[in-house]
Every structure is written in structure tokens, then in C-alpha cells.
């Protein structure tokens, strides 16, 4: 779900001054280049300085507060738009940033409320409807986030984040085909989002569909060359699709990244297998089962490229072994091609 941090600043409505002494314009604009920056602490001090000299300055709050909040001074950070809600009643901003702040500390009951305040001061507040129905979902209506998703991308049918969180939710209560149509929408509106390109790619795998996942999970590497999760599953449909050379090209990639998962050795295995390179398969295997000593399906895989490459006596014992540990298929090996007498062990 997207919407929280990233949006802290976004559609900040115009700011409406009292009466009173106004510090300068250009004080005003040093204070916010300062926050534009990132120097959070200058930022505050002039704040503060701008707010002596003119405590209805509601701008000043404004970036003293997303100022204070960059430094996770949450409290500091929600008096200052406490105070820019009683400076300016009628502005939806300082009740969204107030949401925000909610957010960010996991209070989403009080978030809740604090965007259906906004919301109510400002209908067309689409980030407030898609940070709100994050916060619904976070707290288990699903219900009201699906509505809030919606609302917002009515709101704003530019904005993509209500169609990518509202497809993850439709992921969620399995309505894959549906979860696509809204991906495909967050995708139109920002081609160059690799978690929208790859959460389209998920959805097809969950209704098997692996040729449109691998194309986008092709997109999402494109995008970002160090999306590894994008390496794995385009991996997992390369096997699926019968092209180990290419998914052994991935596994590869994701084995130079972390070398201390079991699983990619034993996917590797199965490409050095599925191309007939029994030996590198075996050792595949091998280093699987160093990391994970219990892994019936690396003994079950190894037994098989023993048994591919004519060591039959290594072969029984892995496929004996594997029927110790649950695989079920090892036992028509064992009664094919193990004639010695094999003591087997099913585990209970």
C-alpha cells in the first residue's frame, strides 16, 4: 500500500493568512527552500523566527511542522498543525498532515479520522480518500478502503496510487483478473513504476498465466536492474515455460546476491538438469543441502541427476533419503532402479 510518507506534501492547499505582522516573502521562501533540501534543522530555526515575528504565520508552521516530522519529532510536528488548523479552520491541510503523522506512528484510528476531517473540508482531496483507505485496510475494513481506492481515483484520474493499493486489495480477496484491470491503470498513468509492473506480473502468476508475467517482470528489471524479487519469479515461469537456460541466467543472478539461500541452488539444480548438465546439477544439489540438511526435494533432485548420469548407487541413497523426508515420488524410483535391499523410512 502506497500513499503515507510520499505524499506529506503533496496537494497543499493555499495557505490563508490572518491579520497581523507578516515576516518577509523571502523569508518565507528561504524556510522552504531549507525544508526542499533537506536541512530540517536551519528549517525549523527560521521557522521559529518567522512564527516570533508573526505568530499567525500558518506557512511557518506549515514547514516547521514537515520539517519536524522528517526529524520523526512527531509531537513537535503535530502542534504545528494543530495550530494551523485553529489559524485556518477551513483548510484541509493541516488535517491531512495530521493523518500523516497518524500514519507514520501506526495510530490509524486516529489517521482515519484526522483524513475524514480533511476530506470533509475539501471533497476532492484524493490523497487524503487513498491515504484514509490505507488506513482502513491496515485496520481490517476492507470494505471502506475498496470505497475510499475508488473514490480517489475518481477524484483524480491521474493519480496512481489508488489503482495499484485498490489492486493489491483485490489481490488480496483473490479477484486476480480485476487486480490486473487496476495494475494495467496505474501502469497506464506511471510506465516507469516497477512495483506496478510487478505486482501485474504476480497477479498473472496467481491465475498461471506466466508468458505475460515474464513479460512484465521483463519491465520491472528494465526499470530497476536490482529488483531481485523480479529476477526470482521470472526465474520460477522461465522453468515453468520450459527455457532453463534463461532461468538459470536469473537464479544465477540472485545466487551471486545471497549465497545463503538454499533455494536458489536447488532451482539452479533443476535448469542444470532440465539442459542436461547432470554434474553441475549435482553440485547445485550438494551445496542446497549443506545450507539445509532436511531438504527432501534437493535429495530427490540429486538422486535424479545421480541416477541421469549413471551413478545409480548415489541415486538410491538420495532417493531413499528423500522418501525419509516426505517426497512421495521417490519411491517409484527406489522399486525401479534400487534392486539391492532398501530399508524404507517414512516419517510419521
Known amino acids: ?64 511542522g514537515l520539517s519536524k516530522e522528517k526529524i520523526k519529532d512527531f509531537k513537535g510536528a503535530r502542534k504545528d498543525f494543530k495550530k494551523v488548523s485553529k489559524l485556518s479552520p477551513k483548510d484541509a491541510t493541516a488535517h491531512f498532515q495530521l493523518g500523516v503523522l497518524w500514519s507514520e506512528t501506526e495510530d490509524y484510528y486516529h489517521s482515519i479520522k484526522e483524513y475524514t476531517k480533511a476530506i470533509k473540508l475539501d471533497s476532492s482531496y484524493a490523497v487524503a480518500y487513498n491515504n484514509r483507505g490505507n488506513s482502513e485496510y491496515l485496520v481490517g475494513d476492507s470494505r471502506s478502503a475498496m470505497l475510499d481506492f475508488t473514490l480517489s481515483g475518481k477524484a483524480d484520474t491521474t493519480y496512481p496510487d489508488p489503482f495499484y493499493n485498490r489492486g493489491h486489495l483485490k489481490m488480496v480477496l483473490g479477484k ?117 540438511s532436511d531438504d527432501g526435494q534437493s535429495y530427490y533432485g540429486r538422486g535424479y541427476a545421480y541416477l541421469k548420469s549413471g551413478q545409480t548407487a548415489q541415486a538410491c541413497d538420495d532417493f531413499n533419503i528423500a522418501y525419509y523426508y516426505g517426497v512421495q515420488d521417490a519411491r517409484k524410483f527406489l522399486d525401479v532402479n534400487c534392486r539391492r535391499a532398501v530399508k524404507f523410512y517414512q516419517r510419521h
Open 176 to 292: 486476480y483478473q480485476e487486480a490486473i484491470n487496476d495494475f494495467s491503470r496505474a501502469i497506464a498513468l506511471a510506465p516507469n513504476d516497477a512495483d506496478a509492473w510487478f505486482s501485474r506480473g504476480q497477479a498473472y502468476d496467481n491465475i498461471n498465466d506466466a508468458k505475460n508475467a515474464v513479460n512484465d517482470y521483463n519491465n520491472v528489471i528494465a526499470i530497476d536492474s536490482g529488483y531481485m524479487d523480479a529476477y526470482y519469479f521470472r526465474g520460477s515461469d522461465f522453468t515453468k515455460l520450459n527455457h532453463p537456460q534463461l532461468a538459470m541466467w536469473d537464479i544465477t543472478i540472485l545466487i551471486q546476491s545471497d549465497s545463503t539461500d538454499y533455494s536458489l541452488r536447488y532451482m539452479r539444480g533443476i535448469a542444470f538438469d532440465s539442459l542436461g548438465e547432470y554434474k553441475e546439477a549435482i553440485t547445485d544439489f550438494t551445496v542446497a543441502l549443506k545450507l539445509k
Open 1 to 64: 500500500m502506497r500513499g503515507f510518507v510520499s505524499s506529506s506534501i503533496l496537494f497543499l492547499s493555499a495557505i490563508f493568512f490572518l491579520c497581523g505582522i507578516r515576516a518577509s516573502a523571502q523569508d518565507n521562501s528561504n524556510a522552504i527552500a531549507l525544508y526542499k533540501s533537506g536541512e530540517y534543522i536551519r528549517a525549523i530555526k527560521v521557522c521559529d523566527l518567522l512564527i516570533k515575528a508573526n505568530k499567525h504565520d500558518t506557512e511557518a508552521y506549515i514547514y516547521q
